[in-house]
């Protein structure tokens, strides 16, 4: 008789193709989706995790999306979500890459300035632009600092 | 191409560099090739009497002329054009464009769309370096900024020329003495930007507590587009006022400054007083602005 958890097995099943996000912070799976675009009325076939046991984390969270491989800014996105996540593009069931999430030093268009009199928040034809660092987000057009709550300001 | 925008943008050698021209131009030792052949077009989109003259004067006293508009219903803008294609239509006709906004970046923005260098006469509640630079300019003109005792008193929540100018005091080792209406304090992560960059940050529940300590005491006023209504607006706004009687006792070198218009924070009794420099530092604006037009078109 086999001892393996039967739900487990729910939660590991592979994907033929696509992206499996991985140690994602505990909570933070439905705001990744957010992120990424995804919605009850985008095709995506999605499995998602939340709280899941993890020795390194003690909780995370994780999405799988079938026939989507992530780009550079969708990854840039992530990090300042869950700045452990690691990336799986999946191929025929192989892992063809695997790799970490890194906050890059400035994010272009990624995230809204919450400063209402900011030109960014304007008709104007540019990008909000932020320098990433220790203390938040700094935005580099009308010096707001962004301290918490980044989700909520991801484009 | 060398750009105005940011007092965030200097070294403490380029602020004393920007001093010690405008010094020259305004004792006449400094007589360098004007710019007799050079244009600047002054965009100002929000009302601005002093800023808007005295880079007219400057200008004009460098040889050189300007064009420009006075509001944003005398220019495109009403017809939905971008400030992006405004500056760079400007761009084809002026030789330098000198900004005021009511956006806060609007004028990092232009200097990405500009052909010319862009000079930054105030964007919204952001930055407005040139003010900043005739504060110290007023400043240095009587004592020493290295090591004073600054007080800053008013609107230190919205108003950009308090928040420039403590981002330049810090570079010359002042300790900075804040006073402000509740609600009004000075935003947290500037007080806290300022300790970072080493400066000493004493904050006062009132002008009274402070003023004897004082060498510069920097006055603001309250803007009433603030409040919600008149009331809560002249709650704050009588919450201090300087007058003859709270100066008995100051440091004799106190030196009472106010970037103007002023609404009543300084009893016009003051002006009197040898204390009182406002409006010798609404003068400095001629000799700073000289300085940087001459900077950005020589």
């Keep these: 008789m086999s001892t393996k958890d039967p739900s487990r097995g729910l939660l590991v099943s592979p994907i033929r193709n696509g992206t499996v996000i991985d140690h994602i912070t505990a909570g933070e799976a439905l705001n990744v989706l957010r992120i990424l675009g995804i919605t009850g009325s985008t095709p995506e076939c999605l ?7 993890s020795k390194r984390m003690g ?44 906050i890059p030093e400035v994010l272009r268009g990624v995230v809204r300035c919450p400063n209402p009199g900011c030109i960014t928040n304007t008709n104007e034809p540019v990008e909000s632009t932020f320098e990433v660092l220790p203390k938040g987000l700094h935005c580099l057009y009308c010096d707001w600092l962004i301290k918490d709550d980044i989700a909520n300001h991801i484009i | 191409m060398y750009h105005i925008i940011s007092i965030r943008d200097f070294e403490r050698s380029d602020l004393d560099y920007l001093l010690d021209r405008a ?42 002329r300007s064009i420009g508009v006075d509001s944003v219903e005398a220019s495109s803008i009403v017809k939905g054009e971008t400030l ?18 009511p956006k ?23 930055q407005h370096p040139s003010q900043t630079l005739l ?17 800053l008193l008013g609107d230190l929540r919205y108003g950009r020329t308090a928040h ?10 002042v300790t900075l003495h804040t006073i402000a209406p509740g609600g009004l304090e000075m935003p947290a992560n500037i007080a806290l930007e300022l300790r970072e960059r080493g400066m000493e940050v004493v904050e006062h529940a009132n002008v009274e507590e402070a003023i004897r300590e004082l060498d510069v005491l920097y006055v603001t006023r309250i803007q009433r587009e603030r409040f919600p209504d008149s009331a809560s607006y002249y709650n704050v706004a ?61």
């Design chain 2, 135 to 151: 504060d110290l300019y007023t400043i240095r003109q009587s004592i020493p900024i290295d090591g004073t005792n600054v007080g």
């Design chain 2, 104 to 126: 806060e970046g609007a004028a990092r923005l232009a200097s990405e769309f500009a052909s010319v260098p862009v000079i930054n006469a105030g964007d919204g509640a952001g």
């Design chain 2, 238 to 298: 009588s919450s201090y006022r300087i007058t003859p009687d709270l100066l008995d006792g100051v440091k004799e070198r106190l030196m009472i400054l106010h970037p103007l218009p002023r609404a009543g924070e300084i009893d016009p009794a003051v002006d009197r007083t040898p204390y009182a420099r406002y409006f010798e530092q609404a003068r400095n604006g001629v000799p700073i602005r000289m300085a940087l037009l001459h900077e950005v078109m020589k």
């Design chain 1, 59 to 102: 909780k995370k969270d994780i999405v799988k999306i079938e026939n989507r491989e992530l780009r550079t800014e969708e990854v840039d996105r992530i990090a300042l979500l869950a700045p452990q996540a690691k990336i799986n593009i999946i191929r025929e069931y192989k892992v063809v890459e695997k790799k970490g999430v890194e």
């Design chain 2, 164 to 173: 420039s100018l403590a981002l330049a005091l810090s570079l010359y080792g």
């Design chain 2, 23 to 64: 010094r020259e131009f305004d004792t006449g030792e400094y007589r360098p090739a004007m710019l007799d052949d050079k244009l600047v077009a002054l965009l100002f989109f929000e009302p601005s009497t002093r800023t808007r003259m005295s880079f007219a004067t400057a200008m004009a006293r460098l040889g050189g």
């Design chain 1, 47 to 53: 499995s998602i995790a939340t709280n899941v046991e």
């Design chain 2, 84 to 101: 992006a294609d405004t500056i760079r239509v400007v761009s084809g006709y002026a030789d330098a464009i000198v900004l005021r906004h």
